[in-house]
T-cell receptor
Framework: DTAVSQTPKYLVTQMGNDKSIKCEQN?????MYWYKQDSKKFLKIMFS???????INETVPNRFSPKSPDKAHLNLHINSLELGDSAVYFC????????????FGEGSWLTVV | KQEVTQIPAALSVPEGENLVLNCSFT??????LQWFRQDPGKGLTSLLL?????REQTSGRLNASLDKSSGRSTLYIAASQPGDSATYLC????????????FGKGTKLTVNP
């Protein structure tokens, strides 16, 4: 069983569209994250949720809106997609707190054309 | 501001060789340090998590060391195999017990048969 699963794995869409990426973890973790890996392979955190509540929100455009219906799910919705949004988006989860191993999903490759 | 640097950016070795990957960080007030492996088209797999109170952690052929005072960590891979070929990333919390991880850009390792 996949611990952290995200869908879709690949997504090609046109500028201006709205799209969502879904993430689910079956590890019983309290905390979930979205990370972005850009074309230079640099990984940066975008959001973090703890028990459905937003605890970290980096300087991310308002077009990005995370939603956590329950602590096992953290979805990422992106409005009005731009070319610069093309990247790999990784979902991750961990137990609460900064001292725990973080488990990553396999990534969602978003290409905006 | 926490910054993580990994040297070298790429490394190519023949099978069977022992090797060391380096990671340095600017803020030594960390709770832990994690080493991850990323395979092409895949997510990140956590390899080792070293707590700040530890000096090293071992898992199979991997040994990670941590020297907080000097802001350095090394990942030692013994008897490298072609299956070890991947990008290795180290990450530290941004500050204190923060759940935000700051990643290095990684070292791309190629082990040649």
């Amino acid at each position: 069983d996949t611990a952290v699963s995200q869908t879709p794995k690949y997504l090609v869409t046109q500028m201006g569209n709205d799209k969502s990426i879904k993430c689910e973890q079956n590890l019983g973790h309290d905390t979930m994250y979205w990370y972005k890996q850009d074309s230079k392979k640099f990984l940066k955190i975008m959001f973090s949720y703890n028990n459905k509540e937003l605890i970290i929100n980096e300087t991310v455009p308002n077009r990005f809106s995370p939603k956590s219906p329950d602590k096992a799910h953290l979805n990422l919705h992106i409005n009005s997609l731009e070319l610069g949004d093309s990247a790999v988006y990784f979902c991750a989860s961990s137990l609460q707190g900064g001292g725990n191993t973080i488990y990553f999903g396999e990534g969602s490759w978003l290409t905006v054309v | 501001k926490q910054e993580v640097t990994q040297i070298p950016a790429a490394l190519s070795v023949p099978e069977g060789e022992n090797l060391v990957l380096n990671c340095s960080f600017t803020d030594s007030a960390i709770y832990n340090l994690q080493w991850f492996r990323q395979d092409p088209g895949k997510g990140l797999t956590s390899l080792l998590l070293i707590q700040s109170s530890q000096r090293e952690q071992t898992s199979g052929r991997l040994n990670a060391s941590l020297d907080k005072s000097s802001g350095r960590s090394t990942l030692y891979i013994a008897a490298s195999q072609p299956g070890d070929s991947a990008t290795y990333l180290c990450a530290v919390p941004r500050g204190g017990g923060s759940e935000k991880l700051v990643f290095g850009k990684g070292t791309k390792l190629t082990v040649n048969p």
